[in-house]
Structure formats: C-alpha cells, structure tokens
C-alpha cells in the first residue's frame, strides 16, 4: 500500500502565501517524479508543478515566478510554495507521484485525496 497525505491548504487574502505539503507512505522502493496538479469547479485537472527525482522542475506558465515546488527525497515529500496568490488559483490541490512499490518493476501514479485552497479578493 501506498499513500499520499496532503496537508496546508486554507483560505487567504489575494496576495497572500500558503504552502502545501504532501508525504508518501508505505511499502515505497522508489520515487521519479512528484508533482501538484489543481482542479477549479468545473474546469479539468491541470498541472500547477512538476519536480523529478533529480530537482528538474517545470510550472504551468499561471504560476511562474510565484510558486515554488520542492522535494525532500530522503522523506519522501514534496512542497509547494504559493505567493501572491490571486483568486484564481483557488481550487482543489492535488499532489501526484509517480512511485515504484518494493519488490515490483514498475512504477504507478498515486494520487492524493485533495486539499482546498481559496484565495479571497
């Protein structure tokens, strides 16, 4: 068994900061990539930010020079700083990785269950 918990997410004022947090649990053999991917009402999930097992990183354009993701390998999270939040970035933050289980050769995308964020204007 595998889990993602996210933590962090709130309610905060436009131009404000949160940073969200999510820990892989369980029978884990290794981690590639982790990521965080948010979901507006009524829109698609989309991608918000990526970060390999190395440290490459890549962001949506929306977020670019205002959201910082970064990893901890030896813990197994993965962080996500939010500045200068702005009222449409509010959705439901999910927190993905794609992870290989002990004693199997290939690796599976896991999923957290969500955390909430809204940002007031």
């Known amino acids: 068994q595998v889990q993602l918990v996210e933590s962090g997410g709130g309610l905060v004022q436009a131009g404000g900061s949160l940073r969200l947090s999510c820990a892989a649990s369980?029978?884990?053999?290794?981690?590639?990539?982790m990521g965080w991917y948010r979901q507006a009402p009524e829109k698609q999930r989309e991608l918000v930010a990526r970060?390999?097992?190395?440290?490459?990183?890549n962001y949506a354009d929306s977020v670019k020079g205002r959201f910082t993701i970064s990893r901890d390998n030896a813990k197994n999270t993965v962080s996500l700083q939010m500045n200068s939040l702005r009222p449409e970035d509010t959705a439901v933050y999910y927190c993905n990785a794609d992870i290989r289980r002990i004693g199997v050769t290939f690796s599976l995308d896991y999923w957290g269950q969500g955390t909430q964020v809204t940002v007031s204007s």
């Open positions: 970060i390999s097992s190395g440290g490459s990183t």
């Open positions: 369980g029978s884990i053999g290794s981690i590639k990539a």
